[in-house]
């Protein structure tokens, strides 16, 4: 049997919300399987959703920059927070989002690209900024929106500066309308973005294998509940109908009013305006997201330096 560790019980609890002595026992019955015990819990019903891990596991900044119809975010990490307020360290990640906005979002490319006012590269002026501030840095993904008619609108969430934060998100909207009318609402759809972190802009958009695992626990809820087999596949198929609408982007309730569904907001400012509008693409980039942090005892650090 697996070691279930305290930490193990605690996270499994801050992403179902479920009791700490269920989630023990989803933990020993999937042998300490994270991702397994969830469902476990969720089968069961005592979890009513499996949370995003959304918790920054790692530090650094965002970086968002818009120029005329194409925008670019990148992500650079460093070890503390207290490097991301270093004026050094945000005027590279500055740099890097403008060289992305030319080059794309290869990571192996904008490395390789020429830096700047300087005879080095990319990479050259990050080993040099590790070297100068005494952490380690890596710039870890980079991401495009381009439009070929109409805005790219952007947004910053938890700003630390201008154009760089913890979450950034580009919104591409195709459009023969005026740029007065879809840059408020690109960013509405931006900051709706940026709260709901809708997983694809429409249902056929979505992973598959996210949809095939919501399947097979709507199927294991639905045959305990003694309904007929065709009342049961109605019950799968409408649970996962409500996950596909409510991780897809056009038809999650936009955040800021509350009830009506994001599709219909952008009708409604296509009527206005007298022109089809469409959402082409968004990207949103979490800072740390998908980094495992390693969880560190200080206590016993400290006893094991004093050789205690």
Known sequence: MADITAT??????????????????????????????????????LAAA????????????????????RGA?????????FVAKNDTF?????????????LGSDVQALLSASYPESDGSVHDKLTHNVATIGEHQSLRRAAIVEVEQGVVTSYVHNATASGLGKIGVLVGLESAASADVLEPLGKQIAMH?????????????????????ERAIAREKAATSGKPAEIIEKMIEGGVRKYAQENSLLTQVFVIDGKSKVADIVAAAAK???TPITISSFVRLQLGEGIERE?????????????M
Not at 193 to 213: C, F, H, K, T
Not at 295 to 307: I, L, Q, R, Y
């Open 73 to 81: 975010m990148v992500e650079v990490n460093s070890e503390t927070d």
């Open 90 to 102: 945000q005027g590279f990640v500055r740099t890097v989002t403008e060289i992305a906005a030319e």
């Open 50 to 69: 499996a949370k995003k891990a959304g918790r920054t596991a790692a530090e650094g900044l965002i970086g968002v920059t818009v120029a005329g119809k």
């Open 8 to 45: 193990m019980v605690k996270d499994l609890r801050d992403r179902t919300g479920a009791g700490m002595m269920d989630c023990k026992k989803a933990l020993n019955e999937t042998a300490g399987d994270m991702e397994a015990a969830v469902d476990w819990l969720r089968t069961k019903g």
């Open 272 to 274: 206005a305006a007298g």
């Open 193 to 213: 973005i940026a709260a709901a972190n809708p997983l694809a802009l429409d249902e056929a958009g979505l992973d598959q294998s996210l949809v095939e695992r």
């Open 295 to 307: 969880e560190k005892d200080f206590a016993a650090e400290v006893a094991a330096a004093a050789g």
